[in-house]
Nanobody
Framework: QVPFVESGGGLVQPGGSLRLSCAPS????????MGWYRQAPGKQRELVGS????????????DYLDSVKGRFTISRDNAKNTIFLQMNSLKPEDTAVYYC?????????WGQGTQVTVSS
């Protein structure tokens, strides 16, 4: 199994937006639920949101951490085998390294993550 590769992070001012991408080496079609996670300095990694597989009876269903509801949107492009995290109205407390993984997470899928810093 090969780790996922996250990209799209950066430095953004409060209120700004970023779009993160997750491009696994293998197919994600068979993974029932994909998730975006984040880990802020000194804190445990947490699940930000998830999206069900296109092959699932609940295809495309999403769920989010309360603190990001209405601001973050997860989507998937099965043709491109990619998961996205659109983040709007970013706040300083969103600063973290963001990762994608299956849900539940598998240790072999953890990649390097992508750093998101929200600061003025």
């Amino acid at each position: 199994q090969v780790p996922f590769v996250e990209s799209g992070g950066g430095l953004v001012q409060p209120g700004g937006s970023l779009r993160l991408s997750c491009a696994p080496s293998g197919s994600i079609f068979s993974i029932d639920v994909m998730g975006w996670y984040r880990q802020a300095p000194g804190k445990q990694r947490e699940l930000v949101g998830s999206i069900t597989s296109a092959g699932s009876t609940s295809a495309g269903n999403t769920d989010y951490l309360d603190s990001v509801k209405g601001r973050f949107t997860i989507s998937r492009d099965n043709a491109k085998n990619t998961i996205f995290l659109q983040m709007n109205s970013l706040k300083p407390e969103d600063t973290a390294v963001y990762y994608c993984n299956s849900w539940p997470a598998k240790p072999w899928y953890w990649g390097q993550g992508t750093q998101v810093t929200v600061s003025s």
